[in-house]
């Protein structure tokens, strides 16, 4: 008994809802992927690169701190009850797409509020770039490779 508009306004939603999830999801992967070159090349630093080891460290902790702002990390049985971008999207996509209605106005409102959300985790992980060319110039001078962000096409072929 839906309108043809309320069910077209219904699949425009799940299909934007479904691109948040997907670009959140590759924004966490990169995260984790800069995160774990990093951390490989902190390992492979001597002992007489001591300080610049901490700020690579650092930057590394950076990356992982702001990856577990975006999901949640409670392991165990059951529902946690931790809900952070990821879940909170998951959840908004699996109400309006098990609904051949018209999403509600607060499902529509959620969905731009969480949207904006999301570009302010990729604006912050953007920011991130000054600090990584400064990283990689030191990584260069001590002849390890350059840590690079994980491209599109890279991670849609994992």
Do not use: C, H
């Not at 490989?40 to 702001?66: E, I, W």
């Amino acid at each position: 008994t839906y309108t043809a508009a309320d069910q077209a306004l219904q699949l425009e939603t799940t299909a934007k809802l479904f691109a948040l999830v997907e670009r959140l999801t590759f924004l966490v992967e990169s995260l984790a992927d800069l995160r774990d070159q990093t951390n490989d090349r902190v390992g492979k630093l001597g002992p007489k690169d001591a300080v610049f080891s901490k700020k690579a460290a650092a930057f590394a902790a950076g990356l992982d701190a702001q990856r577990v702002a975006l999901v949640a990390q409670q392991e165990g049985e059951g529902i946690s009850g931790e809900e952070k971008l990821r879940e909170e999207l998951g959840m908004l996509y699996g109400n309006v797409n098990g609904y051949n209605g018209r999403p509600t106005k607060s499902q529509l409102d959620r969905m731009t509020a969480l949207s904006k959300d999301l570009d302010a985790a990729w604006a912050k992980f953007t920011a991130t770039s000054k600090e990584m060319g400064l990283l990689n110039a030191d990584f260069a001078k001590r002849k390890l490779d350059s840590i690079k962000p994980l491209t599109e096409e890279a991670w849609r072929k994992k």
